[in-house]
């Protein structure tokens, strides 16, 4: 199948997709955007978060021929939004970073919960963050980020 979308803002069309192929598989081997994590595509730790029409989504769970007509946005397309700039420098500040294997996911989904909540509780961070597993550094340091991220966001506004 002929799929046409939009991937981190620009024009994409993707061609004899196979109706089975995930956007996970189409985003990394097809279009060579490998920020979005391949782990355990079960939809079990989130290291393929993206945006798709706005939304967290598990590329690996979801079909490639579901995003035909839409907006995927990967974290390499999110490097130069403001929101996630201040949450990178605070994850690195918070050392909410180890082997960063898990980082991108978490990034996205971070950036989704900030731009839809004006003042998200640690309660509200956890339940965004829920879905993306990390093995090494561990989520107090990264709810810290997050908050950290949020309030830094603030004072630049």
């Known amino acids: ?4 979308m939009k991937v981190n803002g620009r024009p994409v069309v993707a061609d004899r997709v ?3 192929r995930s956007l996970l598989r189409l985003l990394r081997d097809d279009l060579g955007l490998t920020g979005t994590k391949d782990a355990c595509e079960q ?15 598990n590329a690996c769970l979801v079909p490639a ?6 907006s995927v946005e990967t ?5 130069d939004v403001p929101a996630v700039v201040i949450l990178r420098e605070a994850f690195l500040a918070a050392g909410a970073v ?3 294997f898990c980082t991108p996911g978490l990034l996205v989904a971070a950036q989704e919960l900030m731009s839809r909540r ?4 640690d309660n509200d961070i956890r339940e965004a963050l829920a879905g993306n597993l990390c093995r090494c550094t561990g989520y107090v340091t ?7 991220a949020w309030r830094a966001s603030r004072e630049v506004r």
């Not at 199948?1 to 046409?4: D, I, Q, V, Y």
């Not at 974290?75 to 490097?79: N, Q, S, T």
């Open 142 to 148: 990264i709810i810290h980020a997050v908050r950290c």
């Open 18 to 20: 196979a109706p089975e």
């Open 43 to 57: 939809g079990e730790c989130g290291s393929c978060t993206v945006l798709l029409d706005g939304g967290c989504v």
């Open 98 to 100: 180890q082997c960063g």
């Open 65 to 70: 021929g579901q995003a035909d007509g839409g």
């Open 75 to 79: 974290v390499e397309g999110l490097v």
């Open 118 to 121: 004006v003042e998200p509780s």
């Open 1 to 4: 199948m002929r799929l046409t």
